[in-house]
């Protein structure tokens, strides 16, 4: 995936924001939280995102996966997509979407519903 790629999949999701900071990295938010950074990464894309427990459990073992520099130090569950082989496109777009779903989950709930997300 390229960046042009990922910033067009990222803002199709509802409530988007895309700000770039942090040196020029590719920032998602929804709302006003992050869900996705597309950077960081020396010679090719790279695609950090948050992750359930046992996706970051699974993923973080996979060839041009890891835990995401900085965060997962921290403690927090993300993951980072840096080389091939890594994650399928369509595979990716599936883990940025829930990404985008588990941050806009810490909204409260009258958040959630001003902002017209996870109304099922």
Known sequence: MTYDEYNEFCGSLPVTSHPIQWGGSHVWK????VFAIGGWADDQPAFTFKTSELSY?????????????YLASRGMKWIQHYKEPGLSD?????????????????FSKKKQKELGLNQE
Do not use: F, M, N
């Not at 929804?30 to 939280?33: C, G, L, P, R, T």
């Not at 459990?57 to 520099?69: D, S």
């Not at 369509?90 to 810490?106: C, N, P, T």
């Open 90 to 106: 369509a595979d990716l777009k599936d883990y940025l979407r829930e990404s985008h779903r588990i941050v806009s989950l810490g």
């Open 30 to 33: 929804v709302a006003d939280k």
């Open 57 to 69: 459990e699974i993923l973080r073992e996979q060839p041009g996966l890891r835990p995401a520099p």
